[in-house]
């Protein structure tokens, strides 16, 4: 089992900032990915972003490229997701997701955390 915890979402003004921040633990040895996930009011879900446990590459879908980064403490086992010059439109809940190296799939979540961007 892996726990998600993710925290640090709020209300912020359109061109702000925000840094999301995902606390994993239990069985982070298992952990092969990380990824970013989003929701909006009436949406299906959105992927964001993603990036190798063990450190390698990021990558971003094309929404948040070249304003959404990661970064991750490993000595605290938690992954960061740093949103410059948001926008109304990333509005939405944001969810850490864990892939599995078992299984190849996110087979774990955080709760959410809510995000708005007020124009």
């Known amino acids: 089992q892996v726990q998600l915890v993710e925290s640090g979402g709020g209300l912020v003004q359109a061109g702000g900032s925000l840094r999301l921040s995902c606390v994993a633990s239990?069985?982070?040895?298992?952990?092969?990915?990380m990824a970013w996930f989003r929701q909006a009011p009436g949406k299906e879900r959105e992927f964001m972003g993603s990036?190798?446990?063990?450190?390698?590459?990021?990558y971003f879908a094309d929404s948040v490229k070249g304003r959404f980064t990661f970064s991750r403490d490993t000595a605290k086992n938690t992954v960061y997701l740093q949103m410059n010059n948001l926008k109304p439109e990333d509005t939405a809940v944001y969810y850490c997701?864990?892939?599995?190296?078992?299984?190849?799939?996110?087979?774990?979540w955080g709760q959410g955390t809510q995000v708005t961007v007020s124009s």
């Open positions: 239990g069985r982070t040895g298992s952990i092969a990915a």
């Open positions: 997701a864990a892939q599995m190296i078992e299984t190849a799939k996110y087979d774990y």
């Open positions: 990036f190798q446990w063990s450190g390698g590459p990021s």
